[in-house]
């Protein structure tokens, strides 16, 4: 037996990242998570290395840091 990535299903990504199961398609779909690295029918499934080094951007993140004067 090798000890390889885990492949993990849509509750598994969801437990993951502390959102719903349903949530997950809305992430892919936004950037916030990347691509299924298959499907096993119609569920999606990842490489747990595929988001090893994936960071989700947490909510209301800002993206711009410099103060602008005004």
């Not at 598994?12 to 892919?28: C, D, H, K, L, N």
């Not at 499907?39 to 490489?47: F, L, N, T």
């Amino acid at each position: 037996m090798t000890d390889g990535p885990a492949q993990l299903d849509r509750a598994a990504v969801a437990a993951r990242y502390g959102i719903q199961p349903q949530s997950v398609t809305v992430e892919v779909r936004r950037g916030s998570l990347p691509p299924p690295d298959g499907y096993m029918g119609r569920s999606p499934w990842w490489w747990s290395s595929t988001l090893d080094g994936w960071a989700r951007p947490g909510r209301g993140r800002r993206t711009k840091t410099e103060r602008t004067e005004g």
